[in-house]
């Protein structure tokens, strides 16, 4: 298994610019999400999926949008790149738990520069 | 909303001195896990803690979570240079959605040879 896989691994954009991160997972975890990283800030939730067609908002989701057509794929998208969104994303992925949280995997990120 | 501090943010000790990080909820929580991120690295998990005092040991780290479950700590014993990297704890609140899991700011820990 390939585990979380995240695409690209690094990016520069300019103000204004839109892209896409993708992530994949072939665990077939159903629990997927983004997390944005800076410095001192640790780990905070910008959206989250608890499986195919079903996504919701974390703590910092404003400037991104994301939509899970399948399980494999959970995709975030800058639409207006700003210099604030300038961090490094994780995405990550676990199984459901019978009312505990699994074991949360994460990808090797996505380091973001938008000047 | 849910909250999770964790203290300190840095933590310099020499090889073989202990080390410990806390980690406080300002609700109760369900369970609380740790991570472990290297420089440059991702988050990795750590463990999962669930029941009121549990305490659980792997190798020379201690992971207790509180009678109330509101606050946890990560002790390592006799640091090594391998030891070096960010902790972070996690919590999932007893009432939120299961997707939602809150990260503490996370201690930096640095071993000095």
């Known amino acids: 298994n390939a585990g979380v896989t995240q695409t690209p691994k690094f990016q520069v954009l300019k103000t204004g610019q839109s892209m896409t991160l993708q992530c994949a997972q072939d665990?077939?975890?159903?629990?997927m999400s983004w997390y944005r990283q800076d410095p001192g800030m640790g780990l905070r939730l910008i959206h989250y999926?608890?499986?195919?067609?079903?996504?919701d908002q974390g703590e910092v989701p404003n400037g991104y949008n994301v939509s899970r057509s399948t399980t494999e794929d959970f995709p975030l998208r800058l639409l207006s790149a700003a210099p604030s969104q300038t961090s490094v994303y994780f995405c990550?992925?676990?199984?459901?738990?019978?009312?505990?949280?699994?074991?949360?995997?994460f990808g090797p990120g996505t380091r973001l520069l938008v000047l | 909303g849910q909250q999770v501090m964790q203290i300190p943010q840095y933590q310099h000790v020499q090889e073989g001195e202990d080390f410990t990080t806390y980690c406080n909820s300002s609700?109760?929580?369900?369970?609380i896990q740790w991570y472990k991120q290297r420089p440059g690295g991702h988050p990795v998990f750590l463990i999962q803690?669930?029941?009121?005092?549990e305490v659980k040991k792997q190798k020379r780290l201690t992971f207790q979570f509180g009678e109330a479950k509101k606050n946890s700590s990560l002790h390592i014993t006799a640091t090594q240079t391998t030891d070096v990297g960010t902790y972070f704890c996690?919590?999932?609140?007893?009432?939120?959605?299961?997707?939602?899991?809150?990260f503490g700011r996370g201690t930096q820990l640095t071993v000095w040879p």
């Open positions: 803690l669930v029941k009121s005092g």
């Open positions: 996690a919590g999932n609140d007893r009432g939120s959605t299961l997707g939602r899991l809150y």
């Open positions: 999926s608890v499986g195919a067609g079903i996504t």
């Open positions: 665990m077939n975890h159903e629990y």
């Open positions: 609700t109760t929580l369900s369970n």
């Open positions: 990550a992925s676990r199984r459901p738990g019978q009312g505990l949280w699994e074991t949360q995997y």
